[in-house]
């Protein structure tokens, strides 16, 4: 595809899925607008960068289809001044995402070639500088740089640890996809005060579950 024809698609995802799925916010489509999305999916899908599709990562993993990546940075209404917690690094094209508006983002993948390959990626934007990846399993939270800002959960959870609750800062956000079976929530949790936070349903998805992420205990009878 050529470089005019790549500016050409990549328009048309921001301005016929993104857009039209309830993504208002100028900084987010002007940001989806302008970042290589194409430079984040493996070769042999970049026919599919820029389609309204999940896109295979290897390992069972998936990238998100643009239009709930755009949902999801929107919802958490990033500042510059922002610390971000992403569990799930995958490609690396959220945490470039997250990078571009926030101040530092600190992001975990249980998968080390997900980590070395984002980093060269977002090293390449000269994005590397606003963000420390590392390897290891974040599915029972993450509070090594804590509290956050924001947290941006990008697998699926059968239900939200309350380690992230408390990982936020008062005021802080938080996107996790949670539920069981083929179609889950992706919410928005909002920390309120000490002991109180506020949860808003999105949208309907069908999500990866996170790598070891935790199961309801089982009743024994």
């Known amino acids: ?69 755009g949902r999801l940075v929107q919802a958490l209404d990033i500042q510059p001044g922002d610390s971000i917690l992403e569990v799930g690094t995958g490609s690396g094209y959220v945490t ?7 101040r530092h983002v600190y992001s975990v993948d249980i998968i080390p070639e997900f ?9 390449n934007l000269n994005l590397g500088s606003k963000v420390t990846l590392e390897v290891g ?18 697998g699926s959870l059968i239900e939200l640890p309350e380690s992230f609750k408390r990982s936020l800062k008062v005021g802080g956000r938080l996107f996790a996809i949670e539920g069981e079976g083929p179609t889950s929530t992706a919410k928005l949790i909002t920390r309120t005060g000490e002991e109180s936070w506020t949860t808003e349903n999105l949208f309907e998805t069908q999500a990866v579950l996170l790598i070891n992420a935790p199961t309801k205990p089982q009743f024994q009878f």
């Open 96 to 102: 470039a995402l997250l990078a571009s508006l926030g």
């Open 115 to 123: 980590v070395t390959g984002a980093q060269s990626r977002l090293d």
């Open 137 to 154: 399993d974040a599915s029972a939270g993450w509070d090594h740089y804590g509290p956050y800002d924001v947290i941006a959960i990008t």
């Open 1 to 69: 595809m050529s470089s005019l024809n790549t500016e050409k698609a990549r328009f048309n995802m921001v301005e016929q899925q993104v857009r039209t799925w309830d993504v208002l916010d100028s900084r987010v489509l002007d940001l989806m607008a302008s970042l290589p999305r194409e430079q984040f999916v493996p070769a042999r899908y970049t026919n599919l960068a820029f389609a309204d599709v999940r896109i295979p990562l290897g390992h069972g993993q998936e990238m998100m289809p643009p239009r709930e990546e």
